[in-house]
């Protein structure tokens, strides 16, 4: 009985998770948001506001397992927050900016085929057939918004969106080892807040002459001169505390529930239904198209998902019931 509970709440969590994963573009593209924020100065209030939410949890969750944190951790929550928050979030944020919050939400949700590619190629993990086709699908996805205008966004925000899935990806596998050691919640609250410092050094560097320059010089204007706390008013306040609690620290934290009592592979069907609900909010709230090629290229990529999620169901459910002939028929 109580596993079937755990498994209902894990089926809870991942509805909630996919519903604030699903509107998460949409938000941070919404007038309230993008007209009073900086795109450099809202990817660090969010990720450092979800990371401060995240730590009474990790806390609790280095208490349970009676672990302490070492030098070592740190240094690997420097590495995977390098990944997350400077480089992944900060080309997710630009996509965001230069196109169309549909087709940043769709091509984003590849990042997990991403992950079993990178696995594979740096820690040496089992991929199989099906994850291969997965990844051509969601590869002639991608196409079909770029090359066919599917989103009627530019081709640079598709770029970008690429950029972040592959280092967010990368983020996800380089954590991968650390996770065992300490738990999920530990490293994303750890990489949330050193990602959110290192990004705070390279803005506060943009205010300095020489390294100004130096960002303009090699085209990262984006970080020059960056506002830190303006536009922080009562009005826009509540929004950064919603993205930050709301966005990004309950959507990791129901992510992480819906994979600890079901599977990781339940977990990802979060991103299977975003690609299909993501589009759907970005029409109603911002009136944004689903045009024929966005509609091919969602397509592909709910293949290629199911492409990567259906054979890992069906291997689970033969572990499971060794001998199905004996179970009983349903009414």
């Not at 450092?48 to 240094?75: C, E």
Request: charged share 10%; glycine share 10%.
């Amino acid at each position: 009985m109580r596993g079937k509970q755990n498994f209902l709440f894990g089926c809870v969590c991942i509805g909630l998770a996919t519903l604030i994963f699903s509107t998460m573009e949409v938000i941070l593209k919404l007038p309230a948001v993008e007209g009073a924020f900086h795109p450099m100065q809202i990817t660090l209030g969010r990720f450092l506001i979800g990371g401060l939410f995240l730590l009474p949890v990790a806390a609790w969750a280095l208490h349970r397992k009676q672990r302490k944190l070492t030098a070592k951790d740190l240094g690997a929550f420097a590495i995977t927050g390098l990944f997350c928050v400077p480089l992944a979030m900060v080309f997710y944020q630009l996509a965001l900016v230069s196109g169309h919050a549909n087709v940043v939400a769709v091509i984003f949700s590849g990042n997990p085929i991403f992950v079993t590619i990178l696995a594979f190629l740096l820690l040496r993990e089992t991929i199989r057939w099906n994850n291969i086709l997965a990844l051509v699908l969601e590869v002639l996805g991608i196409l079909a918004i770029a090359v066919l205008g599917g989103g009627g966004g530019s081709l640079l925000s598709v770029v970008l969106a690429i950029l972040a899935a592959l280092f967010f990806a990368l983020y996800a596998v380089l954590g991968k080892r650390e996770t065992a050691q300490v738990g999920t919640i530990v490293v994303t609250c750890g990489s949330f807040l050193f990602g959110s410092v290192e990004l705070l050094v390279l803005l506060l560097l943009g205010h300095t002459g020489p390294v100004s320059s130096f960002y303009g010089a090699v085209g990262l204007d984006m970080f020059q001169d960056v506002p830190l706390l303006q536009g922080i008013n009562l009005q826009s306040l509540p929004y950064l505390l919603f993205i930050g609690i709301v966005s990004t620290g309950l959507g990791y934290v129901f992510h992480m529930f819906a994979i600890e009592k079901t599977s990781a592979t339940h977990g990802s069907l979060v991103f299977f239904f975003k690609p299909i609900l993501a589009p759907l909010v970005a029409l109603a709230v911002l009136g944004e198209a689903i045009t024929g090629p966005m509609v091919l290229g969602i397509v592909f990529f709910l293949a290629g998902s199911l492409m990567g999620i259906l054979p890992e169901f069906l291997r689970n459910r033969r572990t499971a019931d060794p001998h199905p002939q004996h179970e009983c028929e349903s009414p």
